[in-house]
């Protein structure tokens, strides 16, 4: 497996909009643009930040997983993302290594990035998401 670069931090909130003052409006950082993930329930915002990006993530669903974590750990760093070369091949390496998968095969994330969650009590309580873009 062949990790490129952290990818981006994701930041569960509660508002996009009351959220984006602090890195726009406050650190200066472009926002460059929403998108909502139907399939995950959420919208989200990124704002890049030299060779990676934040990605803030607001449920739009009551039942949504950003939901569900909001309700439980408030707002804040949600998971970290790393780009990876080849997400299959790395899934089946962190599997044949005993890693455990929530996403045993990639699905489409924000950007249309490949995506797949790696699951925190194989990782010291951090959920960590691999990802893989075709740019």
Same mark, same amino acid.
């Given at each position: 497996?062949k $990790?490129?670069?952290? +990818?981006?931090? #994701?930041?569960?909130? *509660?508002?996009? +909009?009351?959220?984006?003052?602090?890195?726009?409006?406050? /650190?200066?950082? @472009?926002?460059?643009?929403?998108?909502?993930?139907?399939e995950? *329930?959420?919208?989200?915002?990124?704002?890049? $930040?030299? +060779?990676?990006?934040v990605?803030?993530? @607001?449920?739009?669903?009551?039942d949504?997983?950003i939901?569900?974590?909001?309700? *439980?750990? #408030? @707002? #804040? $760093?949600?998971?970290?993302?790393?780009?990876?070369?080849?997400? @299959? !091949?790395?899934l089946?390496? /962190?599997?044949? *290594?005993g890693i455990?998968?929530? +996403? !045993?095969?990639?699905r489409k994330?924000?950007?249309?990035?490949?995506?797949?969650?790696?699951?925190?009590?194989?990782?010291y309580?951090?959920? $960590?998401e /691999?990802?893989?873009?075709d740019?």
């Amino acid at each position: 497996m062949k $990790v490129l670069k952290v +990818d981006h931090i #994701g930041i569960a909130v *509660k508002s996009i +909009d009351e959220t984006r003052k602090l890195y726009h409006d406050l /650190l200066g950082l @472009e926002h460059a643009g929403n998108e909502t993930v139907q399939e995950q *329930k959420v919208t989200t915002a990124f704002f890049p $930040v030299g +060779d990676t990006e934040v990605e803030l993530l @607001e449920s739009t669903a009551p039942d949504g997983p950003i939901a569900k974590y909001l309700e *439980k750990r #408030g @707002e #804040g $760093v949600q998971h970290i993302a790393f780009r990876v070369e080849n997400i @299959e !091949e790395a899934l089946a390496e /962190l599997k044949a *290594k005993g890693i455990q998968l929530i +996403d !045993e095969k990639p699905r489409k994330g924000a950007g249309g990035a490949q995506i797949a969650f790696l699951h925190p009590k194989s990782t010291y309580g951090v959920l $960590v998401e /691999l990802c893989q873009r075709d740019d």
